[in-house]
């Protein structure tokens, strides 16, 4: 049953808070209003999505990211008893004052049958597997701008949410590795980890890639998003140094699945052709 719950004034001042993706905090904050007494609800994804976001069709294949980011940042804690998922606000009583409270009916996650369910874990296997599978197929498709240092062998790990659809999963992790061999070869940072905004992030552009830009598959897309940022010399940090005499300008991942640089990038705004040339000053009429 729904309940009516209080926000405190600090709360967007709240430094844990501001660690939190907007998306996260919203969660957050829906999720007072379902919790009983003692901070505790059920935690099915699909159950959750359907409650708190009844209107946003892709809410059920994001919210187990953004549940993963409230656990990661110690927001909440879920936890699984004899099958059952179920979660508690951590220090719930000091988000809420409540007067002549119910006890819970769910069991606490300190009971002795609780399993604490951890959200990250090392797919070096699947990279591994991955990797291999890839190193016998042309790779070309990252290369427009031959630069002069080798390229750097992948990590040997990179973490992603524990729980997601294998599609998906496989989906991701052929991503980061696409970027990583991309940012090898020219001296960007690496992604090590698959946040689960960076998994948000990811999963939204594919969705833009197959509503907005006609992609069937979304690596296809991604595959074209990366030869266009591999073919810019902007954005593979080639450009001179600035006026100013600090470094060029180099693109890392999370800039690259930001929605508005994405956009960008599809649309050939960084195309070396298309750079924005310097103006001459204009002469003053005489």
Excluded: C
Aim: no cysteine; net charge neutral; glycine share 4%.
């Amino acid at each position: 049953m729904a309940r009516i719950r209080s926000i405190k004034p600090e709360f967007p001042q709240s430094e844990s808070i501001g660690k939190l993706t907007r998306e996260s905090r919203l969660l957050f904050l829906q999720l007072f209003t379902l919790v009983d007494d003692e901070g505790r609800t059920r935690a099915a994804s699909r159950m959750l999505a359907s409650l708190l976001y009844p209107y946003d069709d892709d809410a059920r294949m994001l919210i187990d990211g953004w549940l993963g980011e409230l656990s990661e940042n110690r927001m909440i804690t879920i936890y699984e008893i004899d099958g059952s998922t179920y979660l508690e606000i951590n220090n719930w009583l000091k988000h809420q004052k409540i007067d002549h409270p119910t006890k819970s009916k769910i069991p606490s996650p300190e009971s002795d049958f609780a399993k604490i369910r951890e959200f990250s874990r090392s797919l070096a296997p699947d990279l591994d597997r991955i990797g291999r599978d890839r190193s016998s197929t042309d790779a070309s498709h990252l290369s427009s701008v031959e630069p002069s240092a080798a390229p750097d062998p992948l990590p040997e790990k990179l973490k992603i949410s524990r729980k997601a659809d294998p599609a998906v999963l496989e989906m991701i992790v052929e991503v980061g590795l696409m970027w990583n061999e991309l940012a090898g070869r020219f001296g960007l940072p690496k992604v090590e980890q698959v946040t689960p905004a960076r998994r948000s992030s990811l999963l939204a552009r594919s969705r833009e890639l197959t509503a907005s830009h006609d992609f069937t598959d979304p690596l296809e897309g991604f595959r074209v998003l990366f030869e266009k940022v591999s073919a810019s010399r902007f954005l593979t940090g080639q450009s001179p140094p600035r006026k100013d005499g600090g470094p060029p300008f180099r693109a890392s991942f999370d800039w690259i699945i930001k929605q508005s640089n994405f956009q960008k990038i599809m649309e050939g705004n960084y195309e070396n052709s298309n750079r924005p040339q310097t103006l001459s000053r204009v002469q003053p009429l005489r």
